[in-house]
Nanobody
Framework: QVQLVESGGGLVEPGRSLRLSCALS????????IGWFRRAPGKEREAVSC????????SYADSVKGRFTISRDNANNTLLLQMNGLKPEDPAVYYC???????????????????WGQGTQVTVSS
């Protein structure tokens, strides 16, 4: 049974940093796409960043390139999202998700992800 549990959200001032964690369990196959998504009030869920476990390749939304970094802590089965330089447009509920796939995660749409965490709230305000 695949389970994902996010943590690390909170309230920060613009320009500051947060690190989100997603505890992963039940990933028993070789290849997955795992990613971070966010949904702001009144907006559709959007992809933030993803990682392909097959080759470690990553992808980022243009809006977060150069500020956010996705990584995987294999020893602790955790997916991380380091968010630096947070902006007023970044607040949302952030979700991690995964789907079994050999394809590069960049070609997998948000609707194809099977397993989702419950989300963690990120608020950016002065």
């Amino acid at each position: 049974q695949v389970q994902l549990v996010e943590s690390g959200g909170g309230l920060v001032e613009p320009g500051r940093s947060l690190r989100l964690s997603c505890a992963l369990s039940g990933l028993i196959y070789d290849y997955y796409a795992i990613g971070w998504f966010r949904r702001a009030p009144g907006k559709e869920r959007e992809a933030v960043s993803c990682l392909s476990t097959r080759d470690g390749r990553t992808s980022y939304a243009d809006s977060v390139k150069g500020r956010f970094t996705i990584s995987r802590d294999n020893a602790n089965n955790t997916l991380l999202l380091q968010m630096n330089g947070l902006k007023p447009e970044d607040p949302a509920v952030y979700y991690c998700a995964t789907v079994r796939s050999r394809a590069p995660c960049v070609v997998i749409s948000v609707h194809e992800y099977h397993y989702w965490g419950q989300g963690t709230q990120v608020t950016v305000s002065s």
